[in-house]
């Protein structure tokens, strides 16, 4: 009932840019933190980047600080990372969550609400 649909990842060189959305349905998540978090194969899911309800705090893994930027429409109940200055290492699944406390937001288990995720993969 309630889905998380990721968009915007797919192939780009190093050095490259790419906009990764999501989109809800089911329900308003205006009054909820929002999330991004990876998977590279074989490894653990990784926090990327969190933002609260109202956009006035960010969080961001200390790999992805000053490339990545994370923001929210809440009028659009979307969230967006936007990522610059592609690395090989950024390869991976990109999954958006969401959850109902700013507490803990670089936690995966703090999130109720999750995509499907959508691949990122740069080259060399």
């Known amino acids: 009932q309630v889905q998380l649909v990721e968009s915007g990842g797919g192939l780009v060189q190093a050095g490259g840019s790419l906009r990764l959305d999501c989109a809800a349905s089911?329900?308003?998540?205006?009054?909820?933190?929002r999330g991004w978090f990876r998977q590279a194969p074989g490894k653990e899911r990784a926090f990327v980047a969190a933002?609260?309800?109202?956009?006035?705090?960010?969080s961001y893994a200390d790999s992805v600080k000053g490339r990545f930027t994370i923001s929210r429409d809440n009028a659009k109940n979307t969230v967006s990372l936007q990522m610059n200055s592609l690395k090989p290492e950024d390869t991976a699944v990109y999954y958006c969550?969401?959850?109902?406390?700013?507490?803990?937001?670089?936690?995966?288990?703090?999130?109720?609400?999750w995509g499907q995720g959508t691949q990122v993969t740069v080259s060399s």
């Open positions: 089911g329900r308003t998540f205006s009054s909820y933190a």
């Open positions: 969550a969401a959850g109902p406390s700013w507490v803990g937001a670089n936690t995966p288990a703090l999130y109720k609400y």
């Open positions: 933002i609260n309800w109202s956009g006035s705090s960010r």
